[in-house]
T-cell receptor
Framework: KAGVTQTPRYLIKTRGQQVTLSCSPI?????VSWYQQTPGQGLQFLFE???????NKGNFPGRFSGRQFSNSRSEMNVSTLELGDSALYLC??????????FGPGTRLTVL | TQLLEQSPQFLSIQEGENLTVYCNSS?????LQWYRQEPGEGPVLLVT?????EVKKLKRLTFQFGDARKDSSLHITAAQPGDTGLYLC?????????????FGQGTELSVKP
């Protein structure tokens, strides 16, 4: 089985721009979770989608949003980028929300 | 808010040494997981412990879940350079926390040959 894939792997944006990240889960997995990883804050939960519905949400501002499509692929959007949004964004898929399998991440740099 | 504190944050040892990483909380978790992350990659699940007092072994790695399910430890025997990486513990939060996976800050391990 192919693993979780994330695109793009690297992204450079400037303040004020918006960005969309993509995640393709393992085939058959219906849950997709997104995390932000920074050296200072560690891994922080953004949100989880299950069967196209947001099932869980972390404590991030409304600039961070996501969605899931009928094929379980998910996208995450960040609007009005700030310098502090520079991070590794990780996507994880699971069959039912329990054991999670992580993708390699998208490294976002905001200048 | 449920928090997980990992210690130490950084560990640099010589090949062949033993080490223990701790993961502590004041909250009870329904399960606890340990991950290892290498540079440029996402975390990879090593083990899940569910029962208080549970001990699991994975080759030279021994994982223990505290009796009260509030803490866990990872012990590595005779560390090798290939063990180098970021070790993360993650607890499954309570129902009123939405059952989210809560991560510790991580332990950066460097094993020198």
């Amino acid at each position: 089985k192919a693993g979780v894939t994330q695109t793009p792997r690297y992204l450079i944006k400037t303040r004020g721009q918006q960005v969309t990240l993509s995640c393709s889960p393992i085939s058959g997995h219906r849950s997709v979770s997104w995390y932000q990883q920074t050296p200072g804050q560690g891994l922080q939960f953004l949100f989880e989608y299950f069967s196209e519905t947001q099932r869980n949400k972390g404590n991030f501002p409304g600039r961070f949003s996501g969605r899931q499509f009928s094929n379980s692929r998910s996208e995450m959007n960040v609007s009005t980028l700030e310098l502090g949004d520079s991070a590794l964004y990780l996507c994880a898929s699971s069959f039912n929300g329990d054991t999670q399998y992580f993708g390699p991440g998208t490294r976002l740099t905001v200048l | 808010t449920q928090l997980l504190e990992q210690s130490p944050q950084f560990l640099s040892i010589q090949e062949g040494e033993n080490l223990t990483v701790y993961c502590n909380s004041s909250s009870v978790f329904s399960s606890l997981q340990w991950y290892r992350q290498e540079p440029g990659e996402g975390p990879v699940l090593l083990v899940t412990v569910v029962t208080g007092g549970e001990v699991k072994k994975l080759k030279r790695l021994t994982f223990q879940f505290g009796d009260a399910r509030k803490d866990s430890s990872l012990h590595i025997t005779a560390a090798q350079p290939g063990d180098t990486g970021l070790y993360l513990c993650a607890g499954r939060g309570s129902y009123n926390q939405g059952g989210k996976l809560i991560f510790g800050q991580g332990t950066e391990l460097s094993v020198k040959p």
